[in-house]
Structure formats: C-alpha cells, structure tokens
C-alpha cells in the first residue's frame, strides 16, 4: 500500500472515468449554448462573511459544514466555497455587471467543499454544474431555467426523474408562515431532535428540511406555506405551472419542499433520482431576488438559478447504463516500428501524422512489435501503420485497419489523405 492517501472525502478521478466527466461536460456546454449561457469561473474561496449572509447564519452549510481558516495576521476567515451562487452574486456586484446589460445568464461547472460525512455521491470535496439568471426572475425566466436544467437531464438520456416544485413567497409571507410553523412545533419540543430544537428558535422552516425519519409524521401535519402566500405570489407560482405543462415537463407541488438556503423566495424546486436510494436529491434552485442588497447591493436584484451534483448525476447514469455505449475514442492511429534501431524515423512519423491532426500512438517502452500490437488493440486503435527498414526504405508504410484486418501499402501522404476524409 502506498505511503500516502487520497485526504478523507476527496478521490482521484482517472483517465477510464474523465472520459465520463468529458461526456456529461460536453452535453451541460451544449446545452447552455442553445439557451444563451454563458461560463463563469470564481475563486475557490471566498471571505466567510459572505456565505454566512448570503447563505444564512442558521443552515447545517454554515453552522456545520464550512472548510474555514485565518488566512493572515488580520485575523479575516476565508472559507472554501460550499456553494456557487453567493460568489457568483459577488463577482457579479463586484464587476456592476447588471450596468453593462440588463440582463445576464451564467453557468458554473465548478468544484465545492462542505466538512459532511463521506458517502456514495457525497464527498468533501465535489463538484457541481449550475446556473444563475442574473436581472429578472418572472415566471417566465423561472421556466427559462428550470427548462434548461430538465435539457440537460434529458440530453443525458437520464429518466426516472421527479421535478418537486413549490412556492415560499416573499418575505413577508415567510414571516407570517414562520410563525405558524412556530407555534405548531412548539407543543412538540420535547420529541424534536436537538438539530430541530434549535431551528425552532432560529428558523423553524428548516425542520421541514429535516431528514429524520422519526419527525416525518410529524412534519407532514405542519401547516402548509401555501396558505399564507399573497394572491400575487400565488399567481405568479401558477404561471410557472403553466409555462411547465406548456412544455410537458411533469412536476409534483410539494408543499413541504423549502430548500436548505435562506435566500430562497417564491419559486422553489428540487429533482431526485430513484437510483439515489435515501439521500435521492440530484439538484435543485429557485428564486433568490434580496441576496444581492444582503450581499451590501444598493437594491433588491432579480434572479433564479440551479445547481447539480456533477457526481450524483453520474452515480444516476452508471446505474440506467448511459456509459455503456460510450466511446472513448482511442488513438485512431498506432505507429508499430519493427526494428529498434528505425525508432527515431517512427517517432518522425508519428509528429507528422501529428501534425496533419491525426491522433496517433507510438510505443516509448522499446517493446516488440507483438507486445506493441497487443497495446494497439488493448487502447482501441483503429489503424496500425508499421515501419520497418522495407518501409523506411521505399517510402510505402503498410497501413492496416485493426477491424477488417485490410491491409495497404501507401505514401505518407496518402496515408494523411486517407485517415483524414470523414468516413
């Protein structure tokens, strides 16, 4: 065993399942591209004031499961990023970017960092791939989002999909609500777990959120957020209703779905995965229009968004067998030199092949020229190309097509020609 290992919550990702990364990275760009998004990159740290604003003094994120640390004698915390929209608020604050254009539409594909207990699609460190829509957050632009995520997953190949869907109003819808929620709880403090007990003082929404299954009788007899929304706000939900059977994409109204941030309003979701087992969420959002004024913004500032668990989405996939058919598009050409002391000529060759754009192979190790076929064929080459003192001599390379086991004599240039026409 190796002297060292990967940090607990932390894994290596080798070439075998980049390979899937590359897929499923390829797919969410593609996807963004139809809809007018554009990439965003930020530090991978922050200063911790900002997520315990942004995020909300009272989440499990903030209280529980932040990588912080003192960076410098002025004693100011900086933290790895739990989450991607609290910075991409600030980059976008930061840069005035809403004073360039109204209106801006970003993803992420981005790594992230939470002190959680290592599991099957749960590590300390992952990564996720997300959107923010950045200027106006109508039901309009709730669906714009929402339809760009269920793109992805469909594009993926992925099925077997719940879209959660529910309304939180403003703010003071929630107020009115906390204090129901409050006042339904409370005779019920004693059978709270401690986790529970606290929110009830801080924040009682997030017992919703509460994963113990010796509460859930009891939270599905709370009062529903539904009930104190604003006729505006339930119209605004209703049209986003709308806009989803419009495009025939189910959903399912879970009026006890709050989400784990509190910077969420109105318009919130979540889709889970059968292949998940308990913790079966793959990805979620909604809107978020008061982070930027609690982020030190002069104003409210519209805006909706999502994010994925990359590695959730891909436990998802392994398990309906989307990698199967996957081609990871080996070499398309292995230069096979025969004879040693021809090694530098084949090296020459392959720069050239190279060069005209071919991917090709070429053995490093000075094995023979069985053990180099067999690596052919193990990494999948379509064509060996060998070169021996004949070929070297004359010019002709003999070319033979790995599948058919067809066999030519050609030029260099007819070589090129040939392997570089589609087809």
Avoid at 31 to 41: D, H, K, N, Q, T
Avoid at 249 to 276: K, M, N, P, Q, W
Avoid at 309 to 338: C, D, S
């Amino acid at each position: 065993m190796a002297q060292f290992q990967a940090v607990k919550g932390a894994r290596d990702i080798f070439p075998d399942e980049v390979v899937r990364w590359h897929h499923v990275e390829g797919v969410i760009r593609s996807v963004a591209a139809l809809y007018g998004f554009s990439e965003i990159r930020t530090p991978v740290f922050e200063y911790t004031e900002l997520f315990q604003r942004g995020i909300g003094s009272t989440t499990d994120i903030v209280g529980k499961e932040m990588f912080s640390f003192l960076p410098d004698p002025n004693g100011r915390s900086i933290t790895l990023r739990p989450e991607m929209t609290a910075g991409v608020m600030r980059a976008c604050l930061q840069k005035n970017l809403l004073s360039l254009a109204p209106v801006h539409k970003l993803y992420y594909i981005s790594d992230l960092f939470r002190k959680e207990r290592p599991q099957a699609g749960r590590q300390r460190q992952f990564s996720q791939f997300g959107a923010e829509l950045l200027g106006v957050s109508s039901p309009a632009a709730v669906a714009e989002v929402l339809t760009f995520m269920m793109q992805v997953f469909e594009t993926l190949g992925l099925h077997g999909l719940r879209l959660r869907i529910n309304s939180l109003g403003d703010v003071e819808d929630r107020a009115r609500y906390r204090e129901a929620l409050r006042e339904y709880f409370l005779p019920y403090a004693a059978d709270l777990d401690e986790s529970s007990k606290e929110r009830l003082e801080k924040n009682p929404l997030r017992i919703l959120d509460s994963k113990n299954p010796a509460l859930k009788e009891m939270i599905a007899g709370a009062p529903r957020l539904y009930a104190y929304l604003k006729p505006e706000a339930v119209a605004d939900f209703e049209k986003v209703l709308s806009f989803l059977s419009d495009r025939a994409i189910a959903y399912d109204i879970d009026h006890l779905l709050v989400r784990g941030l509190d910077y969420y309003c109105h318009a919130a979701f979540e889709v889970t995965s059968s292949e998940l087992g308990a913790q079966d969420a793959i990805g979620g959002g909604g809107r978020y229009d008061s982070l930027a004024k609690e982020l030190g913004g002069t104003a409210d500032l519209p805006a909706v968004g999502f994010a994925v668990g990359m590695e959730r989405l891909m436990i998802a996939m392994e398990k309906q067998g989307l990698f199967a058919t996957l081609n990871p598009h080996g070499p398309l050409v292995y230069v096979v030199v025969q004879q040693q002391e021809l090694s530098d000529h084949g090296m020459q060759v392959a720069f050239r092949l190279r060069k005209a754009g071919l991917k090709v192979e070429i053995d490093l190790a000075a094995r023979s020229m069985k053990a180099q076929m067999r690596e052919a064929n193990r990494i999948g080459s379509s064509y060996a190309l060998f070169i021996g003192q004949t070929e070297h001599e004359s010019g002709l390379y003999s070319l033979k097509n790995l599948v058919t086991s067809e066999q030519t004599s050609l030029s260099l240039d007819a070589v090129i020609e040939i392997l570089s026409t589609p087809g």
